[in-house]
């Protein structure tokens, strides 16, 4: 038995490793893809009555930069700055941005407050949010597709939930 758990063992690690080692392939969000990205960002916003994002591209090459590492994970030296990561074999720029929003549905207004079942949500439609910028990239050798969007400043602050993410007004 321990020869079978061996040999388990060292065939997983055998296969991730090609996924751990796997370059990003060529890939940058198109203009198409910024413009569905902000528009849905701030359809939704709207719903909400919290003011429009606007486009940075310093956001962007940052995001760029992370989603070309491939690491499905937040960037912890990315400092006061919101991230939300999406990825699936095809996913999509709206794909991605609807996935966020759905959380929405699970939201519990009479308990405002982090809770990783929402935090993307909460990060898109956060008031005091100004900007975003987005990157993509293929990775693990075309499998999947990451998308990395982050936000200035940063929502989901502690006892500032019921003045940054209100109800839908619309």
């Not at 591209?57 to 990315?78: P, T, V």
């Amino acid at each position: 038995m321990i020869f079978g758990r061996f040999w388990l063992t060292a065939l997983a690690a055998a296969l991730s490793l090609p996924l751990l080692l796997s370059p990003a392939s060529a890939e940058t969000v198109t203009p198409a893809e910024q413009t569905a990205i902000l528009s849905l960002h701030n359809s939704y916003r709207a719903q909400h009555c919290v003011p429009a994002l606007t486009w940075s591209a310093e956001l962007a090459a940052a995001a760029q930069r992370w989603a070309e590492k491939c690491w499905i994970a937040h960037d912890k030296s990315r400092g006061h700055i919101g991230e939300n990561i999406a990825w699936g074999g095809d996913r999509t720029a709206s794909s991605a941005v609807d996935a966020w929003y759905k959380e929405v549905d699970v939201y519990d207004y009479g308990k405002p407050g982090f809770a990783a079942s929402t935090a993307h949500f909460t990060q898109m439609v956060w008031k005091e949010t100004k900007q975003i910028g987005c990157g993509v990239a293929q990775c693990y050798f075309g499998a999947i597709r990451l998308w990395v969007c982050r936000y200035g400043p940063t929502g989901n602050w502690a006892g500032k939930y019921p003045q940054n993410v209100p109800k839908r007004c619309k």
